[in-house]
């Protein structure tokens, strides 16, 4: 494996590790479908995750969790189990997408680059969640369910696709999260 597909195989995980932070299975599901229709290759150890059995499981999964985030409580409740298994599942999109590296260098990616993103995404969605629940009652929590499950739907396209693209796409939403602190942070200390 040479270097651009070494790069491209690291955009490819930290791409779909972000799409992990909106919604834990639905990139699943999209690697999967791309594993079983060979649009991608993965890790050795990962073939599996391609199988007609791994597809009809994680798309049973991810219409669970969709459908789940529609419930007005219960979409709270489904984020507290899922800020770990976004961590599990960013690390395992990465560990899948990326190949012909030492393991110890596989696995350091993917604990950082794709657990961390997927986990940093997640727990920003969640308390995007938490303040709709706070303000609107939970009516406005709908609204950020639909624009979570379609970001996530676009980053897993992206990633499998065009993985540079959705690489650039994860700098933005961290760019965009570190302003939204340093704002609320501004904001915190002239009330003060």
Same mark, same amino acid.
């Given at each position: 494996?040479?270097? &651009?597909?070494?790069?491209?195989?690291?955009?490819?995980?930290? =791409?779909?590790?972000?799409?992990?932070?909106?919604?834990?299975?639905? +990139?699943?599901?999209?690697?999967?479908?791309?594993?079983?229709?060979?649009?991608? $290759?993965?890790?050795?150890?990962?073939?599996?995750?391609?199988?007609?059995?791994?597809?009809?499981?994680?798309?049973?999964?991810?219409? @669970?969790?969709?459908?789940?985030?529609?419930? $007005?409580?219960?979409?709270?409740?489904?984020?507290?189990?899922?800020? +770990?298994?976004?961590?599990?599942?960013?690390?395992?999109?990465?560990?899948?997408?990326?190949?012909?590296?030492? $393991? @110890?260098?596989?696995?350091?990616?993917?604990? @950082?680059?794709?657990?961390?993103?997927? /986990?940093?995404?997640?727990?920003?969605?969640?308390? &995007?969640?938490? =303040?709709?629940?706070?303000? /609107?009652?939970?009516? =406005?929590? +709908?609204?950020?369910?639909?624009?979570?499950?379609?970001?996530?739907?676009?980053?897993?396209?992206?990633?499998?696709? @065009? $993985?540079?693209?959705?690489?650039?796409?994860?700098?933005?939403?961290?760019? =965009?999260?570190?302003?939204?602190?340093?704002?609320?942070?501004?904001?915190?200390?002239?009330?003060?």
């Amino acid at each position: 494996m040479d270097t &651009l597909d070494i790069i491209i195989s690291i955009f490819l995980g930290v =791409g779909l590790a972000a799409a992990v932070g909106f919604r834990v299975f639905l +990139p699943l599901l999209v690697l999967s479908l791309a594993g079983h229709y060979e649009v991608i $290759p993965l890790n050795e150890s990962w073939q599996w995750i391609g199988s007609l059995t791994a597809v009809i499981t994680l798309g049973v999964a991810t219409l @669970i969790e969709i459908f789940g985030y529609y419930i $007005p409580w219960f979409d709270n409740a489904l984020d507290t189990i899922a800020i +770990p298994l976004a961590a599990v599942a960013g690390t395992a999109v990465m560990v899948a997408t990326v190949s012909n590296l030492d $393991p @110890i260098i596989t696995w350091s990616l993917a604990i @950082i680059a794709g657990g961390g993103t997927a /986990t940093l995404i997640k727990g920003n969605a969640s308390a &995007l969640r938490l =303040g709709s629940t706070a303000t /609107t009652g939970g009516i =406005g929590n +709908p609204v950020v369910t639909t624009i979570e499950t379609g970001t996530s739907t676009v980053m897993a396209i992206l990633s499998i696709f @065009i $993985p540079l693209i959705a690489f650039i796409l994860v700098l933005l939403i961290f760019f =965009g999260i570190y302003k939204f602190y340093k704002k609320l942070r501004k904001k915190g200390s002239t009330s003060a």
